[in-house]
């Protein structure tokens, strides 16, 4: 189904109406610390380049606001039992599927994601929900077996405090669904500082949160800041205040946040760039490694963290399936993202337009071959009267060595090479300074466990028969080396945002020390 552009505009009004987004600044709704003046910013449609709506940054007056009633909610919160926590945090989960039709569809006004990915986008976060409630009888500590007689040890996690949560423009809800609500779980407050590409989603995601938190008399627990980084991230990341400042974006955004949080002793969960691998062996079922490299390589336009963007294809079979690939690539749906049947969107701005563009350049520069796409496309084929950064998904032949390759565009850039033998297709993969996602297709065991032994991946998801983007909460989410070694949503990733104890208790008449030390008159 293809609207006009007027009937669009409607559908679109409809749903900031509903979400209560927009207006200008709809974020200084009553009783919210939200800037009400300041620089405007206005969020704008990628897809049509129209204005949704536009906010007004806060300062440092409104920061110091935030933070206090973060600090002064901290108080009361940690006290609450964590099951109540989780309760709370339960019915967001309710109330997230009450408006998931919306907030999806407002991540894809947003950011230009699919309908079917913003959707899928805002179930990230109810299932984030889901299993909070469930880690909030969770929050286990070891007991340990003293030395001493008659003494007992054990470890407990305690809350640790506002936390600090800033998140980047291409996942606007689930990545704060994946600090905040274990954050929440945990007895933290959360202090929010979104992309300023996304502030609507993150001020409708707030409100429909910040209602059930209402409900209960919670002030403060939630804090919403959109701010930019001079004013709001330097003081961020300098606040004593806030114990761990959990940041997504680029390797060079999260080293300046490392050695900012590290000069005050502070804690850092960071989620960077990736440079995700697929490694394709003879033996793969090459129906679904097709489809898996489609969805890793080409969905979200190639702007997620974990996209694929390195194929590592054996030589038995690289010619053959790389022509497979080539006409696949040239059958993608360009669309509008709200549209069915379209496969990709825009991307996010004119400035990655411009990154898509010298990659590609560099790239052939290298000794890259073009071999699908490779070229912006033009915006009013796709919308009547748009002006988004459309481009076409792309494929090029590339050999191991070129820088390009070492690097992350944020774009559905495909690089190809070969290999001959597994151990070299791991090494190239593991070659570049990025560590997040990596993936085999393979029908043989002994590969499998080749790829994942020590000598295998060096990432932090490894996938068999699976493309390297769109993981599950349940697992610990993030990669190692320039990907910055933070660990988010599920298995344990809750420890890091609470503080553990290592408490000894003696219960006999006698004062042992440890290690059979004496010390007596
Ligand atoms: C990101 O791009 O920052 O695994 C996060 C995935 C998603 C999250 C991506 N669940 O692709």
Known sequence: MTSSAAERRARVS????????????????????????????????????????????????????????????????????????????????????????DLGALVTLEVGKILSEGLGEVQESIDMADFCVGLSRQLYGLSMHSERSRHRMYEQWHPLGPIGVITAFNFPNAVWAWNA?????????????????????????????????????????????????????????????????????????????????????????????????????????????????????????????TSTRRLLLHESIADAFTERLAAAYGQVRIGDPLEDGTLMGPLIDEGSRAQFVSAVRAAVEQGGEVLAGGSVVDSATVLEGSTGAFVQPTLIRAHKDMQICKEETFAPILYVMTYSELAEAVAIQNDVPQGLSSAIFTDSFRSVERFLSHEGSDCGIANVNIGTSGAEIGGAFGGEKETGGGREAGSDAWKAYMRRQTCTLNWSPELPLAQGVRFDL
């Open 14 to 101: 409809a749903i900031l109406d509903r979400l209560g987004v927009s207006g200008d600044n709809p974020g200084a709704w009553a009783g919210a610390p939200m800037a009400t003046a300041g620089r405007r910013v206005a969020s704008f449609d990628p897809t049509s380049g129209d204005e949704l709506g536009a906010v007004l940054l806060a300062d440092r007056g409104q920061y110091e606001t935030v933070v206090e009633r973060a600090n002064e909610a901290f108080k009361s919160w940690r006290m609450v039992p964590a099951p109540k926590r989780g309760e709370i945090v339960r019915q967001m989960g309710e109330a997230l599927r009450a408006h998931k039709d």
């Open 181 to 305: 609500l274990v954050a929440l779980a945990s007895g933290d407050t959360v202090i929010w500082k979104p992309s300023l590409k996304a502030p609507l989603t993150a001020i409708a995601t707030h409100k429909i949160c910040q209602q059930v938190l209402d409900a209960h008399g919670h002030d403060g627990v939630f804090g919403l800041i959109i701010g930019d980084d001079a004013e709001v991230g330097e003081a961020m990341i300098h606040d004593h205040r806030l114990p761990l400042i959990s940041a997504t974006g680029s390797t060079r955004m999260g080293r300046h946040v490392n050695q900012a949080v590290a000069g005050r002793l502070g804690r850092c969960l960071l989620e960077l760039g990736g440079n995700n691998a697929i490694i394709v062996e003879p033996t793969a079922d090459l129906d679904l490694a097709l489809r898996g490299i489609l969805f890793g390589a080409v969905g979200t336009s190639g702007q997620r963290c």
